[in-house]
């Protein structure tokens, strides 16, 4: 076992705790468009997604490789950077979480280490080809390439099983999203559970505990993924219900194909080292389902609020993470302080979410429906739903109803 310092252990305990926000932040990346269509119960769900999450932390290396081989100049480094980094990203998955948006604990793990690097060693410490090819690039093609591939996969499996028995395809289609699904949470582990082995190795590095271009030790690499795990099984409800229902309402038949897409495009990423984020791609590949259906909508009230968290994630969580390395630069008495503020902000944050509780008893009630645009109402009238379908996955338009020849005109309106 390496030999550990106080700031050290520290970091460890931090890095693992901001995986265990990770879990419970991504568990909609796997689980929303199954709990949304009843293929699964909720807390059956993400049971299986926590003993996958932990069986794909031992899949690969390369992405946490990325992380603390890549990314920054380990030899700028100091285990309080590495702290301060976390800080950032652990109140910002907290926050997301706390208003139910879908962002990604990836970029914030990212951009807090990006800022605290950049206050402690310059803007020079960190790796900018890395950070663009294998970051940057990924965060935007990942969501277009999921929602492309969702889209064209919803279309062809409605083209496909345009005459099969409605009954018995949707069954099957059932299965098919717990398979698709089982297959997310499986790369889920492969991806996120490897960012803080990542982050933990390059602490161990920092501190002198292993030697520079280490492989994550297997307690690391064990001690994450069952972090994760344990954040996954308890389930991030509030982001299970945008993603499930706020987004878009989804048939079985494009949860399939949306969580297919998603589980595709993510391994991929796992298998060349790219560090792109999972919320992005099954966030793209649920809109691309949603649009892929005749009569789908996307409530893009919902999807724009979604792509200015994803937008304001590296830059906010850098800003912390610099603060936080700026604090920690005072010495012990600087990291007690980041440290007790880091406690009492998460504290705070999880008293707030108590005033209006989402757990597994209600996280399929629908929030209140957004009013259909002009658009929505154009497309709902030129392209119905699919034959047996039901009506009410096409938001209605309205126009005035007709009024009696003695009476004043009705303001009643009726479906179309």
């Known amino acids: 076992m390496e030999s550990f310092s106080l700031i050290l252990a520290i970091v460890v305990v931090t890095a693992l705790a901001f995986d265990f926000t990770n879990g ?11 709990i949304s269509t009843g293929a699964m119960r909720p807390k059956v769900a993400v049971a299986m997604s926590a003993v996958l999450n932990l ?12 992380i603390s081989k890549g990314l920054v100049d380990e030899a700028g480094i100091r285990p309080e950077v590495i702290f301060a980094a976390l800080v950032g990203a652990i109140l910002w998955n907290l926050l997301t979480w706390l208003v139910g948006l879908p962002s990604s604990s990836s970029h914030a793990l990212m951009g807090g280490l990006i800022g605290a690097t950049i206050a402690s060693a310059g803007v020079g410490a960190v790796h900018g080809d890395v950070l663009v090819t294998k970051v940057l690039i990924p965060a935007i093609a990942a969501p277009v390439v999921a929602g492309i591939a969702a889209l064209l996969a919803t279309r062809l499996t409605y083209s496909l099983g345009r005459k099969a028995d409605g009954k018995a395809s949707e069954k099957g289609y059932r299965a098919g999203q717990i398979a698709s699904a089982g297959l997310v949470s499986l790369a889920h582990g492969t ?13 161990l590095v920092a501190g002198g505990a292993v030697a520079p271009d280490s492989d994550p030790p297997m307690w690391v690499i064990l001690s994450a993924g069952l972090a994760i795990a344990l954040g996954t099984y308890l389930g991030g409800w509030r982001i299970i219900r945008t993603m499930g229902k706020g987004l878009t309402d989804l048939q079985p038949q494009q949860g399939f194909a949306a969580q297919t897409s998603a589980a595709t495009v993510i391994l991929a990423s796992s298998h060349i080292g790219f560090s792109l984020s999972t919320t992005h791609s099954v966030s793209g590949s649920v809109m ?3 649009l892929g259906r005749k009569g789908g909508v996307v409530r893009w009230s919902t999807a724009t609020r979604m792509f200015v968290a994803w937008g304001l994630t590296l830059p906010a969580a850098a800003l912390v993470g610099a603060l936080a390395e700026y604090v920690t630069g005072f010495g012990s008495w600087g990291t007690a302080v980041v440290a007790v503020f880091l406690v009492a902000s998460s504290a705070a944050i999880w008293k ?65």
């Open 191 to 203: 991806n996120d559970a490897q960012k803080t082995m990542g982050v933990i190795t390059l602490a």
């Open 55 to 66: 069986v794909g932390a031992f899949l690969s290396v390369e992405v946490a490789n990325t």
């Open 352 to 416: 707030i979410s108590r005033r209006e509780v989402v757990d597994h008893t209600n996280v399929n009630d629908a929030d209140e429906a957004e009013p259909a645009g002009v658009v929505t109402t154009a497309m709902a009238a030129v392209t119905p739903p699919p034959a047996g379908g039901p009506a009410t996955d096409v938001p209605s338009a309205t126009i005035p109803a007709p009024a009696p020849a003695d009476r004043e005109p009705s303001t009643t309106t009726t479906p179309v």
């Open 24 to 34: 419970f932040h991504d568990t909609a990346n796997a689980m929303a468009t199954t």
């Open 288 to 290: 691309g389902a949603g």
